[in-house]
């Protein structure tokens, strides 16, 4: 069973790697780069003397002696640790699809993967998005250690919420459900520092509308071939048995 989910994990992640790598260098990786053009263009300012002070997006940028953060190369390197990024997090996320699948006593297939990874979407990316969209280099944020609370708070209600409404369908389990997946928004995402920025708003909104775009085609791609993948690896060995 556990070589089984490991395979299955492996196939789907390394399936929606590689297309999803192939939409975030096509689609978002321009726009990150030019984001990060506005930023340098916010630091030199700061650095000619300027009284302006930068922490944008857990880019916080320190004093010019400090030793700068280690990036990868521009070209050839950005591309492969951006690959070797979306391999790593679309096995990760393919391994906890399978478990929950498991867990909640479900056959894996195509159709039982896809349901679960929208599931998956919306308590990973929609839910949190829609109080933390994806922030491009240089936009206005609150601080990390916030964000990355209210995320996990907003991803694991919506997961638990979710799964009271779908799997459990008593009354009172959807009306907890409902309760659990609205109460983060209610207490509300943690708000950015209202400050000026020369990133435009425009470029903002593009990039959280692709990203949120390729996280669907992310997760459903994981379900689509971890329910594949599961039932080949079943068939494998019986047709090794009927060819003994």
Not at 5 to 26: K, Q, Y
Not at 177 to 198: D, F, K, R, T, W
Request: net charge neutral; with cysteine.
């Amino acid at each position: 069973m556990i070589i089984r989910l490991l395979s299955a994990a492996l196939a789907a992640g390394f399936l929606a790697a590689v297309v999803v790598t192939g939409l975030e260098l096509t689609l978002t990786s321009p726009l990150i780069v030019a984001a990060e053009r506005y930023e340098h263009q916010q630091t030199h300012q700061a650095e000619r003397g300027l009284p302006i002070v930068l922490a944008h997006a857990g880019h916080d940028h320190a004093a010019p002696d400090a030793a700068p953060e280690w990036q990868p190369g521009e070209g050839l390197p950005r591309m492969a640790f951006t690959a070797l990024a979306t391999l790593v997090g679309a096995v990760g996320y393919a391994l906890l699809l399978g478990a929950a699948i498991l867990a909640c006593g479900r056959e894996p297939t195509r159709q039982v993967g896809v349901a679960f990874a929208i599931a998956g979407f919306a308590s990973v990316a929609l839910a949190p998005g829609l109080g933390l969209p994806p922030e491009l280099p240089g936009s206005e944020a609150a601080p990390l250690a916030t964000r990355q609370a209210w995320w996990v708070m907003t991803a694991a209600a919506t997961g638990m919420g979710l799964y009271l409404i779908a799997i459990r369908r008593s009354l009172i389990a959807i009306l907890g459900g409902l309760v659990l997946i609205i109460a983060p928004h209610v207490a509300g995402a943690p708000q950015a520092p209202e400050a000026a920025s020369e990133l435009p708003a425009a470029l903002a909104a593009q990039f959280a509308a692709r990203s949120l775009a390729i996280s669907f085609v992310f997760w459903l791609l994981i379900g689509l071939g971890f329910g594949w993948a599961w039932q080949a690896f079943a068939r494998g060995p019986a047709r090794g048995t009927a060819h003994a």
